[in-house]
T-cell receptor, first 115, second 116 residues
Framework: DAGVIQSPRHEVTEMGQEVTLRCKPI?????LFWYRQTMMRGLELLIY????????DSGMPEDRFSAKMPNASFSTLKIQPSEPRDSAVYFC?????????????FGEGSRLTVL | AQTVTQSQPEMSVQEAETVTLSCTYD???????LFWYKQPPSRQMILVIR??????QNATENRFSVNFQKAAKSFSLKISDSQLGDTAMYFC?????????????FGTGTRLKVLA
């Protein structure tokens, strides 16, 4: 398996623009997580899905952020409109609950810079 | 609420020496898992070692071992014979899984630099 795949790796945009980050989890994994990493706040859980259903979105900072998982092999995190304080590295991770190991498999992250 | 604390923002160690990274956590749950993840400069996070709370024996993975003190809620990582490739950010993480609900919390990380 290719692992968790995220795109784009880097995104530079201007304030007010819409940003869409994409994630393809490992095939067969039933949990998908979106994290945001900044120097100030470390790794923050934004939202996670189980079998494509959002379970906990309490970490989503505000209504400008939305996440979807239309099928088991694809998820998006959208920011509209973007602001400079959204600049961060966004990680997607997937997990297989029945394996009971608890390990999260991370993508390489999407570095977002909002000017 | 669960919390994970890493009190050492940065550490350095000479190559071939041993270093210990500290982690404490707080939870009222009895069944949970603890992890150490490594994030090298290339950014992708990878699992280093995991520990099930119900196991008394400390986990080991080659040069990596943990000192798990459940009563003290302490979970330190020892890296023996440090190598330059161990230079990375290390995150301690707590996980519990109950009735289909995950709690997965990371500490703020310790930046480790291995010196030649």
């Amino acid at each position: 398996d290719a692992g968790v795949i995220q795109s784009p790796r880097h995104e530079v945009t201007e304030m007010g623009q819409e940003v869409t980050l994409r994630c393809k989890p490992i095939s067969g994994h039933d949990y998908l997580f979106w994290y945001r990493q900044t120097m100030m706040r470390g790794l923050e859980l934004l939202i996670y899905f189980n079998n494509n259903v959002p379970i906990d979105d309490s970490g989503m900072p505000e209504d400008r952020f939305s996440a979807k998982m239309p099928n088991a092999s694809f998820s998006t995190l959208k920011i509209q409109p973007s602001e400079p304080r959204d600049s961060a590295v966004y990680f997607c991770a997937s997990s297989f609950a029945q394996g009971r190991t608890g390990e999260l498999f991370f993508g390489e992250g999407s570095r977002l810079t909002v000017l | 609420a669960q919390t994970v604390t890493q009190s050492q923002p940065e550490m350095s160690v000479q190559e071939a020496e041993t270093v210990t990274l500290s982690c404490t956590y707080d939870t009222s749950e009895n069944n949970y898992y603890l992890f150490w993840y490594k994030q090298p400069p290339s950014r992708q996070m990878i699992l280093v070692i995991r520990q099930e709370a119900y196991k008394q024996q400390n986990a080991t993975e080659n040069r990596f071992s943990v000192n798990f003190q459940k009563a003290a809620k302490s979970f330190s990582l020892k890296i023996s014979d440090s190598q330059l490739g161990d230079t990375a950010m290390y995150f301690c993480a707590f996980m519990s899984y109950t009735s289909g609900t995950y709690k997965y919390i990371f500490g703020t990380g310790t930046r480790l630099k291995v010196l030649a």
